[in-house]
């Protein structure tokens, strides 16, 4: 079956780069699209990015400049970036398949992200 694994520091300090890596398995990454979404406490789901079936990546608006999606099809993982973090950043962190267009049709657990000195 599809699982998705998201890894990665649990304790980020400000100003510093968050990045964690999702690890796919029971499908290959380069036929679909996957997305990065997270969820502030006591907020709503927010979508960050996602990269397509060729490698293009596109951003929030809102998290555009700060944030980097890249794909490695060899270890069928994908990964996230977000530079210059600050303690607005604590979320739970999750990588999906799909898109907000179609839906989200599996999840990682998601992995909680804090951002703090």
């Known amino acids: 079956q599809v699982q998705l694994q998201e890894s990665g520091p649990g304790l980020v300090k400000p100003s510093q780069t968050l990045s964690l890596t999702c690890t796919v398995s029971g499908i290959t990454t380069s036929n679909y699209r996957w997305s990065w979404i997270r969820q502030p406490p006591g907020k709503g789901l927010e979508w960050m990015g996602i990269?397509?079936?060729?490698?293009?990546?596109y951003y929030s608006p809102s998290l555009k400049s700060r944030t980097s999606i890249s794909r490695d099809t060899s270890k069928n993982q994908f990964t996230l970036q977000l530079s210059s973090v600050t303690p607005e950043d604590t979320a739970v962190y999750y990588c999906?398949?799909?898109?907000?267009?179609?839906?989200?049709?599996?999840w990682g657990q998601g992995t909680q992200v804090t951002v703090s000195s």
């Open positions: 999906a398949k799909g898109a907000s267009s179609e839906g989200y049709d599996y």
């Open positions: 990269t397509d079936y060729s490698g293009n990546t």
